[in-house]
């Protein structure tokens, strides 16, 4: 998911992404943790994905509290 991509959906959007994709990378880092998983590096572009949500959410609430 692309910083442009994140820039356009509306606040809703984000939040409910942001909790689908936490709770998708909890659940595949337990299912690593068991049995390694086919390509690891999905665990390091969710947590960048996740990263990239929060950071767009934090400006958006940072940009309310100035107006």
Do not use: D, F
Request: positive net charge; without cysteine.
């Amino acid at each position: 998911m692309k910083a442009s991509v994140v820039r356009e959906m509306t606040t809703q959007e984000i939040k409910e992404q942001l909790e689908e994709l936490k709770l998708t990378y909890s659940k595949t880092k337990m299912g690593h943790t068991i049995s390694p998983l086919e390509n690891p590096l999905e665990l390091k572009k969710a947590r960048k994905n996740i990263a990239r949500l929060s950071t767009e959410l934090r400006s958006r609430q940072l940009t309310s509290e100035q107006q």
